[in-house]
């Protein structure tokens, strides 16, 4: 089970090869930059992805290993779902966070049932926590190429499989959803697990568990690259709309949360009103770009006024 590391459960040599064409970096280079955060629990879970994806160390970071590029923040958070929750709150805390990112945990895990092979890979549509009874959903929306499964996560090693209720365990699941869906909804957290074992109790080669990775990271690259085209936006708003609403926003002294609430109000509007996005529907803004109210309250007024169309 996930974690629990040491002793031979299998021999394998695990062989760093040429990394294959990065799906990922091509889907993303292609379009806008939202970014992607993965967690894993062991160093020796990330080290093939690190590789794969050419991530530098982030020295700066003084409580965790993160590993990042343009389009890609990792973290390692230890062993355990409340070093797991600790470590995921602690990543997403640090950058701005936006519609389009998304959040995986990458690792492996322990399974009861001969049926799910050893070095398969699964995407977790269902995690229950052992101890707390409680059941989280992930939202699986889109096609994938690995099979789904359910986990159950404990706070120590599983060393049999006569109180498991799903196919998987592992140690991390429920501690990673939960303090990811502090700042994601359910459609952006993701956790694909490799199996590991089957409970035997042996402790694993490092060696092993890099294969295991290793072999399954083109099909997770993919998979990467899917979820990454699947929360791309096309831009809905022209330049000159954008500048209009900004000194919209700026001349009624818009709190953040009336910013957010006009700039999707004119998304709406548009993409209601401009079927062919050819003409500005929001011409009238223009009465209003150049107002500079005096008082909050004069711009709360105005602000409900132009919701009010933008609503018609």
């Not at 929360?231 to 910013?259: N, P, S, W």
């Amino acid at each position: 089970m996930t974690g629990d590391m040491g002793t031979v459960l299998l021999s394998h040599n695990y062989v760093t090869e040429e990394p294959s064409p990065c799906h990922l970096s091509i889907a993303k280079n292609e379009r806008t930059t939202n970014m992607l955060y993965i967690a894993t629990a062991l160093y020796i879970e990330a080290k093939p992805v690190i590789e794969y994806f050419k991530l530098k160390r982030n020295n700066e970071d003084h409580y965790f290993q993160v590993f990042h590029n343009d389009i890609i923040a990792l973290i390692i958070t230890g062993v355990g779902k409340v070093n797991s929750a600790i470590g995921v709150s602690h990543i997403l805390s640090q950058h701005t966070l936006k519609e389009e990112d998304c959040i995986v945990n990458i690792g492996i895990c322990g399974a009861g049932t001969e049926d799910a092979g050893i070095g398969r890979a699964y995407l977790i549509n269902k995690i229950t926590d052992h101890e707390t009874g409680r059941d989280f959903y992930p939202d699986v929306l889109m096609r994938h190429p690995f099979e789904e499964a359910d986990i159950e996560t404990y706070a120590s090693p599983v060393t049999t499989e006569s109180n498991l209720s799903a196919k998987l365990c592992d140690m991390e699941s429920s501690g990673f959803y939960q303090a990811a869906s502090k700042f994601f909804s359910p459609h952006q957290i993701y956790m694909i697990k490799i199996v590991s074992d089957r409970l035997e109790g042996e402790r694993l080669k490092e060696d092993f568990i890099l294969e295991l990775i290793h072999n399954n990271l083109e099909a997770i690259d993919k998979f990467l690259a899917v979820i990454a085209e699947s929360f791309q936006k096309e831009e809905i708003l022209q330049a000159d709309e954008r500048r209009m609403i900004a000194g919209v926003i700026q001349g009624l002294r818009l709190t953040e949360a009336q910013k957010n609430q006009l700039v999707k109000a004119c998304e709406n509007y548009k993409i209601r009103k401009d079927k062919t996005n050819s003409v500005n529907v929001l011409d009238f803004l223009k009465e209003y770009e150049n107002l500079r109210v005096k008082t909050k309250d004069e711009g709360k007024k105005l602000f409900r006024q132009i919701i009010g169309k933008l609503s018609e």
